[in-house]
Structure formats: C-alpha cells, structure tokens
C-alpha cells in the first residue's frame, strides 16, 4: 500500500479500473451508435433498451435453459441481433427518404415499449446474474486487486472493438460498407445488395449493445432501467467523440470511462455530470467534435 | 438537410386568418365551460401541458429543431418559483417572474451550445445538458432532492386575487396560456417567424440570403426555453409541488409526443395532443408500466403512419391551416 496525491493506491487503481469497465460499455456502445448512424443516417434510441435486452437474455437463458455464460456470450448477441434486424425490415425502412428526427423519435418510442414491457413483468428491481466460475476470485497486483472478471470484460470489449475497427477499415466487406455510407446509389449499380447490407449493419449494432448487456450483467444487476440512463452518457460520448471515425468512438469512450473514474476518486460529487461538463468544453472550442470531420 | 414536415398542406391564403381565428373562438368557449364538467386540477395541468407543447412546437414545428432537454426549462423554472414562493415568500406573479427568468438564461446557456451543432447532434446534445442539469437538481440542497419541494402555497396575485380559490386560479392559468398561445401565433407570423420557416426549409440558402441564422435559431430557442419555464412555474403553482419529474428526460419525451400527436408545425396541434396525453396518462395510471407501453406504441404509431398530426389531418382535409 502506498499513496498518490493523498489517495491510497488501493483506491485509486479501484476507481480508474472501474473506469475502464465503464469505458468498455461506453466503447461498445458509441461503436454501434457510430457504425449504425453511418449507414442508416439514425440515431438508434433503443441502443440502451437492446443492451439491457442483452443482459436479460443472458440471465433468462440460464434461468429457464440452464445456458451459462459462455454460450450466452454468443447466443444473446444473435437473438437481439435478430429482434434488431426485424425492426429494421418493419420500421426503420419506411424512415429513410424522411428527416433522422423521425428515425430519433421512432427508436425513442420503442424504447418505451420494450422497457415498459420488462417492468411489467420483472418490476424495477435488479435481479442478480453469477460471475461465471472459471473467472471467479481475482489476483493481487501489489498496488491493487484485480478481480478475473472485470480484467476479463476489459480484453473482450477492447478485442471487439479493434475487431470491429479492422472489419471495418481494412476488409473488403468493410470498404462495401463505407463506399454504401459515401454513395448507396453507386454501390447498388454495382451489383451490391445495399439495402440487406443496411438491415445487417443494423443487426450488427444492435447486437454489440446486447453483447455489452451480456458482459454487464455479472457486474452490474440486470434490470429494466440499466439502459436508459447508459444511452443519455453514450450520446454525450458520441458527441464528444464525432461520429465521422470508429477510431474516435473507441478511443473516446474508453477515455471518457477513466476521466469518470478518476473524478470519482478526487471529485465524487461531480462523477455523474463530468462527462456532461467536457461535452459543453468540447462544443466550446471543438464544435465538430474530437475525431469529427463536420459538423 | 430534410424538412421535419414533409407533406406540406396547401391553403388557400386567404383563409388562413379566418379559420385560426374561428377555432381559436371555439378553443376559448370549449376552456370557459370546461370546469363545469371537468375536473378542475385536470384542466389546469393539461393548460400548462398545453403551453409547454406549444413553446415546444415553436422550435421543432418552425425552426425544425427537435430539443430532446425542455424538461431542463419546465423543470427548473418550477423549482425556482416553487422555492421562491415557500422560501421567499414572494406573490405568485413575482415567483412565476423568478421561475420564468430562471428558464431564460438555461435557455441562453443551452442554446448557445445547442446551435453549435445540427440535426441529430442538436437533440442529443440538448437531452445530454438537460440529464447534466438533473443531476444537479437530485443533489442540490434546496430542491429537497427525492422529496422536492412541497406545500407551495399559491398565494394572492398582485395581493388580491386569492389563488387557493380553484375558479380564481383556473381563470388565471387559463389567461396565461391563452396568452403564452397568442404570444407564439404572433411570434410565427410576423417578420421574424418568416426567416425562421425559410431556416427550416433550408437553412443554407437563408444564410447565403445574408440572414445570420445562429442568432435567428438561438433567440428561438431562448423564447421557447422561456415559454416552457412560464409553463412549468404555472404547474408548480397548480400542484403546489416540484419535483424530479418534472426534470426528468421522460418529461421530454411526454412533450414530444404531445406535439407529435397533436401536429408538429400546427397552431392549435399541441394544445390537443397536451389534453389527450395528459388524459391518457390520468386514467391509464391504475396500469402501472401499461402507460410506458402505450406511449412508446403511440410515439411509433405516430412516427410510421400518422406524421401530421391529429389537428394536421383535420387542415388537410378541410385545406384549411389550423
């Protein structure tokens, strides 16, 4: 035990890890936010709704199927993928001539719906989801403890991240998926089925969501509120970050996760507005945002 | 970038002023014999409703700027009238002036980093800054936090008129509104509601007209962030109460879908979208979770078959602008 500006290491390495969980999720989901936005020109509202979903089909599948965790890291992500994809095929597709307000307004509502539902059935309290057994207990660094699991959420969230950038980027698929973004037209005459490309970019994000409700589930409660309040901090990310670069999404929430952390420890009251405070800075001396092209 | 209203109603011009001025005479005569039939309290709550939609109408239906953060203006304007009228003892006029003043300048403020960017970075910006100012509310001391502020009394206004009398004070809010309302029928037609529809249909070509829009879009919003806080210091009067609610991003939405409902870009849409949400939400309320549900389906209904609106509907059929 040592201390850095009067704070016991303990408690500051404790603050800046769980920042870096709560950069993870924000990572993950400004990244599917990003990668929606590009191609179909919405902001997903039901992003937090659908990450929520993805910590529940977790904690369903192991309740009523006896699925652990492992599988449910897979399965989850496919099934409300799926649900994503539906909603694309039967309501975001009747959007696209129209404003992205309407796109705003339509994902708002349905976030409505799907949360409401689950308060009906599962009322507002969290219900608690085991951390899997292989990545129980923890090791002592010295200067902290680090527990399996929370190290383990880190090195995924960071590996689909980078995947997802590589995909993206450096893949022939991907360079379909940002040509489509630039000129939907042009790729069509070339033969490219555009708008399934659309619906699966769609499933794509959704699903990201319901694998960072997944990795949450252990840590935090599963409950039908656990969205709501993530998205409102994810769009403050997405918009410090700028929307132009899948880069700039991963590198922003993770950032942004330590800066929270860390005010946690020297600042606790202003933890829960800080990332708030930087998007008013960032709006001041950088309107297009850290990685934005324009405006 | 794309208008918000995208199926214009033709009108015959000429008409224009007639059919706004008979519903407004039928709107008028519906509210003054309302009370004998209706709940009292329920028609004051949905007047302030009422109002707030109309301010929100101003900005998305006119300007075509979506605000998802006026819970921040409604909200905060009722916590300073409330604290000013409990701890300051102030008459009602003076608090609903303290209030009012206090959504002002969160408007400037808001506003002012708001217009910094379009579209759909405008309305999460806007809903971010109005979650930034609810948590300074849920940790202030002096709005009593989960509890809020209770017991507000009402007061006389100008020292005569005793508010706690409920036809003394439904004939004071409904006076307000119909100002508030008049006030925004005034402010979209004249000069200045002019270049704000040329900056909704297309803002860079109002620019190269040699218009400054940011400040055209910024005194907007500042009027409409000042019309929800008149609106939210009537509420905290009528219940005598406020509280996080009314801060809350869901308050937001709520105005939205009154707005939505009701006719983005009407004159007298969020008036009745405001009375049938408020509606809904009182006798649905023994359903618990239902409302959410219900909302949620409305705000997708809405959304996929049905963007003009209730009163958008009637204009179009009668061709007529309502």
Redesign the interface.
């Known amino acids: 035990m040592f201390e850095i500006f009067g704070i016991p290491s303990q408690a500051l390495f404790g603050q800046l890890l769980l920042g870096l969980i709560n950069g993870s999720f924000y990572a993950l989901l400004s990244l599917g936010l990003a990668v929606i936005f590009g191609m179909l020109n919405v902001i997903n509202f039901t992003h937090g709704a659908q990450y929520m979903m993805g910590a529940f089909a977790a904690y369903l599948l192991l309740q009523h199927a006896g699925i652990g965790y492992w599988p449910a890291l897979v399965i989850a992500p496919l099934l409300i993928g799926a649900t994503g994809v539906v909603i694309e095929r039967l309501f975001l597709r009747r959007l696209r001539k129209l404003d992205p307000l309407y796109g705003l307004m339509l994902t708002f509502g349905l976030a409505l719906v799907i949360e409401g539902l689950f308060r009906n059935v599962y009322g507002s309290s969290g219900l608690p989801y085991q951390v899997p057994e292989s990545l129980e207990g923890g090791r002592n660094l010295g200067f902290m403890f680090l527990p399996n699991y929370r190290a383990w959420v880190i090195v995924l969230s960071l590996a689909v991240c980078l995947a997802t950038w590589y995909g993206i980027e450096r893949t022939r698929l991907g360079s379909y998926l940002r040509a489509a973004t630039e000129n939907p037209v042009l790729v069509r005459a070339f033969g490219i089925n555009v708008p399934r490309m659309v619906t699966l970019t769609y499933g794509f994000g959704v699903a990201l969501a319901a694998l960072a409700g997944v990795m949450a589930a252990p840590i935090y409660n599963v409950s039908p509120q656990m969205g709501s309040d993530l998205i409102i901090v994810v769009f403050a990310v997405v918009v410090i970050g700028g929307m132009g670069s899948i880069m700039g999404a991963i590198v922003t929430g993770f950032a942004l996760g330590v800066v929270e952390g860390l005010t946690k420890v020297f600042f606790p009251e202003a933890s829960n507005t800080v990332i708030f405070v930087i998007m008013a800075i960032v709006l001041l001396v950088r309107p297009a945002g850290l990685f934005g092209r324009t405006g | 970038?794309?208008?918000?209203l995208?199926e214009p109603v033709l009108v015959r011009r000429r008409n224009a002023g007639r059919s706004v001025g008979a519903a407004f005479a039928v709107m008028v005569a519906l509210l003054a014999a309302a009370p004998f039939v209706v709940y009292p309290v329920f028609l004051m709550k949905a007047l302030c409703f009422a109002l707030f939609a109309c301010a929100f109408n101003l900005l998305?239906g006119y300007v075509?700027l979506?605000s998802?953060g006026h819970a921040l203006f409604f909200g905060w304007a009722s916590y300073l009238t409330a604290y000013a009228a409990k701890a300051w003892a102030l008459p009602p006029e003076l608090a609903i002036i303290v209030g009012t003043a206090t959504a002002a300048v969160l408007g400037i403020v808001a506003g002012g980093?708001?217009i910094?960017?379009?579209?759909?970075?405008f309305?999460?910006?806007t809903?971010?800054?109005a979650?930034?100012m609810y948590?300074?509310a849920l940790?202030a001391k002096f709005t009593g936090g989960e509890d809020g502020i209770q017991g507000v009394p009402r007061g006389r206004l100008f020292g005569f008129f005793d508010l706690a009398d409920k036809t003394t004070m439904y004939v004071f809010v409904l006076v307000v509104v119909l100002a508030g309302f008049l006030l925004i029928y005034r402010i979209i037609n004249s000069p200045f509601g002019e270049v704000l529809k040329a900056i909704r249909e297309n803002e860079q070509r109002t620019i190269s007209l040699g218009y400054k829009t940011e400040r055209y879009k910024l005194f907007a919003f500042v009027l409409s962030a000042t019309l929800s806080g008149l609106a939210g210091s009537l509420n905290a009067l009528v219940f005598q109460l406020a509280s996080l609610t009314d801060v809350h991003?869901t308050m937001s939405?709520d105005v939205?879908l009154m707005t939505?409902i009701g006719g983005l870009g009407t004159v007298f849409g969020p008036v009745v979208g405001a009375f049938l949400v408020v509606a809904m939400q009182n006798y649905l309320a023994s359903f618990?979770?239902?409302?959410?549900?219900?909302?949620?389906?409305?705000?997708?209904a809405?959304?996929?078959v049905f963007?003009r609106g209730i009163v958008g509907e009637i204009a179009a059929a009668l061709r007529v602008r309502l």
Do not use: K, N
């Not at chain 2, 970038?1 to 918000?4: A, D, N, P, S």
């Not at chain 2, 618990?288 to 705000?299: C, D, H, P, R, S």
């Open positions: 970038m794309e208008r918000v995208d998305i075509g979506l998802f980093l708001a910094r960017r379009q579209g759909i970075y309305a999460m910006i809903l971010a800054l979650q930034m948590f300074f940790r991003w939405g939205m939505l618990g979770q239902w409302v959410l549900v219900i909302q949620g389906a409305v705000f997708v809405c959304v996929l963007r």
